[in-house]
């Protein structure tokens, strides 16, 4: 894999020598137009301190929290929470909320991204950010995916389908980040392909043209599997 992670930095410098800002950066703020609605690109920030919740977000905290959610053992949340301290550590400091539908509100469904001070990888000793995916049925909050990454961006579908999530894996055992496009299908979301990565820490993000998006995405997918960044 290291091997194809080089020749892919110089396929892209390559690349970059013709067009480097539309070829070595993720795409960001572009709206999307489907029957006559226009729907916005969404660019999420991973600092947790400028969030301001609700009431809505508070209860909904508190909602997961009645459930066990943050003790269940899939979500692999290691730190220990203390009674007296879980108005403290359930806040706008370490969560993130989005409405999972554009036309919907958080309470029929939410993208919560939580900050990675909350986890701790055992493994490699480090603090990983997570998101999860919640969607109400028959008045019941049901987690449809998880994953041991941050989104960067929604790219907006239409106003009544979920928009298309980036998600940046950081894949230790590669020493590079990947930049995977999951889109909604069947009540979920899949991968659908592997758009990018980088070997500086997220630093400088190489963006793969279709034709290595192709090529890649089978053992980036792979790799995700493997390392479970997605269950």
């Known amino acids: 894999m290291k091997k194809v992670l080089q020749l892919l930095v110089l396929l892209s410098f390559v690349y970059a020598c013709g067009d480097a800002d539309k070829n070595n950066q993720l795409d960001q703020g572009q709206d999307q137009e489907t ?30 929290d009645s459930l066990r959610f943050f003790n269940s053992i899939p979500q692999r949340i290691f730190i220990e929470i203390p009674k007296d301290g879980r108005d403290k550590l359930l ?73 298309d999530l980036v998600l940046e ?23 659908n392909k592997c758009i990018g990565f980088s070997e500086d820490k997220g630093n400088t993000q190489i963006k793969y ?3 290595q998006s192709n090529e890649f995405s089978p053992e980036i997918k792979e790799i995700v599997q493997k390392e479970s960044f997605a269950f």
Not at 47 to 62: A, G, P, V, Y
Not at 98 to 116: C, E, H
Not at 179 to 187: A, E, K, T
Request: some cysteine.
């Open 35 to 64: 029957n006559n609605e226009t729907v916005q690109n969404k660019i999420v920030s991973m600092d947790f301190h400028n969030n301001k919740f609700n009431s809505i977000e508070k209860n909904l905290l508190h909602e997961l």
């Open 91 to 163: 806040s706008e400091k370490y969560f993130n909320f989005m409405p999972l539908y554009p036309n919907k509100t958080l309470n029929d469904g939410f993208i919560m991204t939580v900050s990675g001070e909350l986890f701790m990888d055992r493994k490699f000793a480090t603090m990983t950010n997570r998101s999860f995916i919640f969607e109400r049925v028959n008045n019941s909050l049901i987690l449809v995916n998880s994953f041991k990454g941050f989104i960067k961006e929604l790219k907006a579908v239409n106003s009544n389908t979920p928009s």
């Open 169 to 191: 894996f950081n894949s230790e055992k590669e020493n590079a980040y990947f930049y995977c496009l999951y889109s909604w299908n069947r009540g979920k979301f899949e991968f």
């Open 209 to 211: 043209t279709e034709e």
